[in-house]
């Protein structure tokens, strides 16, 4: 079981980007994708997650009204869309995954998820 995560960049403030994050397997069906990021010293932080049935979505909210997180089963890829950009976005996007459900209240946590990608460096110059 792989995840692979793509799409990150350099892009300047108030521009876009789209990361894509493949799961291999035939386990996309997972009950939770999630993004992460983490910035230089910092701890791994939330960004947005979506269930397996693409209901129900969650987003930190430093980036609600800017990032959409949605997934295409078909293609076994989940993806964030992030818009609006801003140089405080600048971090190493990880996607996660987990096979089993889990409380929505949590989708937040690191250390609920199960498979992680190896992460793409997302750089915003303002």
């Known amino acids: 079981v792989q995840l692979q995560a793509s799409g990150g960049g350099l892009a300047q403030a108030g521009g876009s980007l789209r990361l894509s994050c493949v799961a291999s397997?035939?386990?996309?069906?997972?009950?939770?994708m999630g993004w992460f990021r983490q910035a230089p010293g910092k701890e791994r932080e939330f960004v947005a997650a979506?269930?397996?049935?693409?209901?129900?979505?969650a987003y930190a909210d430093s980036v609600k009204g800017r990032f959409t997180i949605f997934r295409d089963n078909a293609k076994n890829t989940v993806y964030l869309q992030m818009v609006s950009l801003k140089p405080e976005d600048t971090a190493v996007y990880y996607c996660?995954?987990?096979?089993?459900?889990?409380?929505?209240?949590?989708?937040?946590?690191?250390?609920?998820?199960?498979?992680w990608g190896q992460g793409t460096q997302v750089t915003v110059s303002s």
């Open positions: 979506t269930r397996s049935s693409g209901i129900g979505t």
């Open positions: 397997g035939d386990t996309f069906n997972w009950y939770v």
């Open positions: 996660a995954a987990r096979p089993t459900p889990l409380n929505p209240s949590l989708v937040g946590g690191v250390r609920f998820y199960d498979y």
